[in-house]
């Protein structure tokens, strides 16, 4: 019986290990660089549905929207207000140091865009093209997400 009583609990040890590190690995990492130059660093984050963000600063930047959002911001003065954004919204986010905690059952999404100081012949040696004609309207732009 006790032998039995063994085995059980170590299988059931094993079990849970296992699905832990299943469930590890689906998880995207909560901050991605996907590019960092001397012109821009462009990050991805990831918050978990409920998740709680310990207080922490951002730039002056561009937030891209992935995912639906609510939450709830807190600034460093103690300040908190409820925010909501849709999937395919961007803005300007100016410099700032918050907490934050989402309220949705669904996660958080959204991808970070910092320009870097450079000097105006560094951006222009970087520059493609010499004509800065816009391409595309962003409100039409795809942001698929990347798993």
């Excluded at 832990?20 to 998880?27: K, L, S, Y």
Aim: with cysteine; aromatic share 6%; net charge positive.
């Amino acid at each position: 019986m006790a032998r039995n009583l063994v085995a059980l609990f170590c299988c059931l040890v094993t079990c849970v290990w296992t699905f832990g590190q299943d469930a590890a690995a689906d998880r995207p990492p909560a901050f991605k660089v996907e590019i960092n130059n001397p012109q821009v660093r462009v990050v991805r984050r990831y918050h978990v549905p409920h998740e709680s963000v310990p207080m922490h600063s951002h730039k002056d930047g561009v937030v891209v929207y992935l995912t639906e959002l609510r939450e709830i911001s807190t600034e460093s003065d103690g300040t908190s207000r409820h925010i909501t954004r849709h999937a395919g919204d961007v803005i300007w986010s100016p410099a700032h140091t918050h907490s934050l905690e989402n309220l949705a059952d669904t996660p958080i999404e959204v991808i970070e865009i910092e320009l870097k100081s450079a000097t105006p012949s560094a951006l222009q040696s970087h520059s493609r093209s010499r004509s800065h004609k816009p391409t595309a309207n962003v409100a039409n732009v795809n942001f698929a997400k990347r798993r």
